[in-house]
């Protein structure tokens, strides 16, 4: 015999559900998706009081805490949701700004489709979506020692606020100067090990006898932080991080020639002869195919380093740019507590104080799904939302535009 659906999932909507739940004491949704439902609710188990999710399995009348994969929205004085295809629910946060009032809530994706594989369980994961088109974050490959740490080293000098690193974690041991949390998470193999099984990682590779991985917590760290993320990764990482839909921009760097490899990978003094010997091996390799075509949107030759620097800049359009945060386009747009979300072809219509209030107040905010870009394991961009005017009548209480 299964366990018993809670009483407020009587009210279950196949579209759309806004509720208040006494029991637990916050704002809870539910919607179902095939013989699934999703319920939200409050978790006040982080000191943020983010929303929590329940899976109820229709079939076998189970529930599950499915694993939850990236940063978790912080609840607001209300939440609706709404269906917006099979494999996304999307969440509104009342109160918010745009930027902080959308997230997709992803259950079927090619993302978590293949986490879920990894995991052997029910995985869901977080988008948080931004309005307009934020730009894309890069990804650095190159063997070791042509000069990449050095490149984004000046990048990150010279625009403090527009680029942020993505920290990396490896089992290999820190270097002398090379600082944890900060140049990498340095972590024990078995530890980096459950963390991969447990879906946490966008990418890993083993390289040059060691483990490395991008978390999606390191690139979501420096998104939250409104930098755009830079991926320093050899090129099976990158070959993986082009599967996702983190869509980014690829560039490959090369040296002027082997020898030159050589010559600084020695020269940096931080590798016994025995690693250098494996890593410029391991180069051959990675020369062969991060210059085939495909993988790679650009290649850059560094030879002389002021030269390369300034075709870096070029290639990501700063050349003649000044140390500017990147700013989303903001429009007038905050969602009431009092609001309802409904939606209809490739539009969601956020129905705005149309509740107990004068028609002439009640507004009805427009988002085109059909502009939506990117996902979970990265943000949701290009919201474009646009305001349908006030309403001039009220049909069942739902606005129209
Ligand atoms: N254009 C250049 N000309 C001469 N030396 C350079 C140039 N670019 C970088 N170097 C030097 O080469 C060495 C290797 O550079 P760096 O550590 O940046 O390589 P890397 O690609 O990040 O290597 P790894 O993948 O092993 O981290 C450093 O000592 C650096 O100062
Ligand atoms: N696939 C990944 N590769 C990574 C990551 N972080 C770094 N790297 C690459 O490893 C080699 C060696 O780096 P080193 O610091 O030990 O010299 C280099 O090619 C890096 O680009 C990662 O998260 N994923």
């Known amino acids: 015999m299964g366990e018993e659906a809670p009483e407020f999932l009587g009210n279950i909507d196949k579209n759309s559900i806004l ?7 916050g704002y809870s949704s539910s919607i179902a998706i095939g013989d699934k439902i999703y319920v939200l609710g409050r978790s006040d188990d982080d000191a943020n009081s983010s929303f929590s999710l329940k899976v109820f399995d229709k079939l076998g009348g189970k529930w599950s805490n ?4 990236g940063t978790k929205p912080t609840l607001s004085k209300g939440h609706s949701a709404v269906l917006i295809n099979k494999n996304q629910i999307l969440v509104l946060k009342s109160d918010s700004s745009p930027d902080e009032c959308f997230w997709f809530l992803e259950v079927d994706t090619p993302f978590v489709k293949k986490q879920r594989e990894l995991v052997g369980r029910e995985v869901v994961a977080w988008s948080k979506g931004i309005t307009g088109d934020a730009p894309k974050p890069i990804v650095i490959s190159g063997p070791s020692g042509v000069g990449k740490g050095t490149l984004i080293a000046k990048l990150m000098k010279e625009y403090p606020t527009t680029f942020g690193f993505s920290v990396s974690h490896t089992t290999r041991a820190p270097r002398e100067k ?35 991985g991008t978390s999606i917590e390191a690139v979501e760290a420096v998104t939250n932080g409104g930098k755009r993320c830079i991926l320093d990764i050899d090129v099976q990482g990158a070959r993986s991080v082009r599967a996702s839909s983190l869509e980014a921009i690829f560039i490959f760097i090369c040296p002027p020639s082997f020898d030159e490899l050589e010559k600084r ?4 003094g931080t590798e016994t ?3 250098v010997q494996k890593r410029l091996r391991n180069a051959k390799a990675e020369l ?18 002021e030269t390369c620097y300034e075709n870096l800049k070029k290639l990501l359009a700063l050349d003649e740019c000044t140390d500017v945060t990147y700013q989303p386009a903001r429009e007038n747009f905050k969602v009431p507590v009092c609001h309802s979300v409904t939606k209809e072809d490739h539009k969601v219509l956020i129905h705005c104080g149309n509740n107990g209030l004068e028609a002439e107040t009640a507004i009805t905010f427009v988002l085109d799904l059909t502009l939506l870009k990117g996902g979970a394991p990265g943000r949701t961009r290009g919201l474009h939302i646009s305001a349908g005017g006030p309403l001039t009548e009220s049909v069942n209480g739902m606005g129209q535009v």
Not at 19 to 25: I, R, V
Not at 66 to 69: A, G, H, R, S
Not at 179 to 196: A, C, L, P
């Open 19 to 25: 509720g208040y739940d006494s029991e637990s004491q």
């Open 178 to 212: 090379e600082v944890n949390g900060v140049h990498y998470h340095f972590t024990e193999r078995s530890i980096m090990e459950k963390d991969i099984r447990d879906g946490e990682f966008l990418e890993t590779a083993a390289v040059h006898g060691n483990l490395y």
């Open 66 to 69: 499915p694993t939850v994969l």
């Open 265 to 268: 990978l020695r020269s940096r």
């Open 273 to 275: 002869e025995e690693q």
């Open 288 to 305: 062969d195919q991060g210059t085939s075509p495909g993988l790679f949107d650009h290649i850059l030759v560094n030879d002389d380093l």
